[in-house]
């Protein structure tokens, strides 16, 4: 099971970089439901194993590109983000003081705090793309203008997943011209 988990998510992660184009030093948001993924209700039944099999598929790509992984806590941490001090650091984000948890933060967010260098939690960020694996409201946390991104996988063990990327606004109205690599 967490095999294929870690498959679908490597997938979905592969997927999502080639539509977003993304480059190193950018954010990229995971919200991720261990009890979605596996067949719960959100929140239900918070399984450190399955949130660390999904972590394994996306982590490692985002890493080898120089992609900041940001990972969403659940509600009871008002979604707040893990992610690299650097990347805080670099983005000037006010860093907050909370370590998360399985069931305050959610097992993602643990996970994702176990394996970076030097995690820091911070309360908004401004990602360029993103996954939202079982329902976790990532909005938040993109920047504007997010665009849905359909991918050839639909869940993550059996959690809905829905993803973004973002673009730059177009300004200027009719008689503008815009720059079809930015779209």
Known sequence: MYEEITGQARQAVTELLEAARLEPGDLFVVGCSSSEV????IGSDSSPAVAEAVFQGIYPLLKERGIYLAAQCCEHLNRAI??????????????????????????????????????????????????????????????DVAVPTRLSIKQIG?????????????????????NDGLK
């Open 158 to 178: 059996e959690a809905i997943l829905i993803c973004a990327r973002t673009r730059p606004k177009f300004i200027g109205g009719e008689r503008a011209h815009y």
């Open 38 to 41: 596996g067949g719960h209700k």
């Open 82 to 143: 893990i992610l690299e001090k650097e990347a805080a650091r670099a983005y000037g984000y006010p860093m907050v003081n909370v370590v998360p948890q399985p069931k305050a933060g959610g097992s993602f967010a643990t996970a994702a705090w176990s394996h970076l260098e030097h995690p820091v939690a911070v309360e908004h960020i401004q990602a360029a793309a993103g996954m939202d694996i079982g329902g976790t409201l990532i909005g938040m946390h993109l920047r």
